[in-house]
Nanobody, 115 residues
Framework: QVQLVESGGGLVQPGGSLRLSCAAS????????MTWYRQPPGKQRELVAMITSGGNTNYADSVKGRFTISRDNTKITLYLQMNNLKFEDTAVYYC?????????WGQGTQVTVSS
């Protein structure tokens, strides 16, 4: 059974950086679009960034210029480099992979931006 596991979350001061990772346990094939979502406290889950199998990317306006999504197709890992973090980036971050056998969600990793 495939499971996605996020890592890299934590507590950071405003202006700081974090790098999130999302890796799979179990066999997974034909990965299409890989996506990061986040859910701020008391709010709905929202799309942060997505990357296609060909490397095309798209970002939410709120993170453009600060976050960078990337994927390593050899290691089958998704990344999110987050720079210049703001209070409003505080959320649980989830990865989602679309594959030929269905979609998979990670369990989430907490990112807290606080002084």
């Amino acid at each position: 059974q495939v499971q996605l596991v996020e890592s890299g979350g934590g507590l950071v001061q405003p202006g700081g950086s974090l790098r999130l990772s999302c890796a799979a346990s179990g066999s997974i094939f034909s990965i299409g679009i890989m996506t990061w979502y986040r859910q701020p406290p008391g709010k709905q889950r929202e799309l942060v960034a997505m990357i296609t199998s060909g490397g095309n990317t798209n970002y939410a306006d709120s993170v453009k210029g600060r976050f960078t999504i990337s994927r390593d197709n050899t290691k089958i890992t998704l990344y999110l480099q987050m720079n210049n973090l703001k209070f409003e980036d505080t959320a649980v971050y989830y990865c989602y992979w679309a594959t030929s056998t269905g979609g998979y969600w990670g369990q989430g990793t907490q990112v807290t931006v606080s002084s």
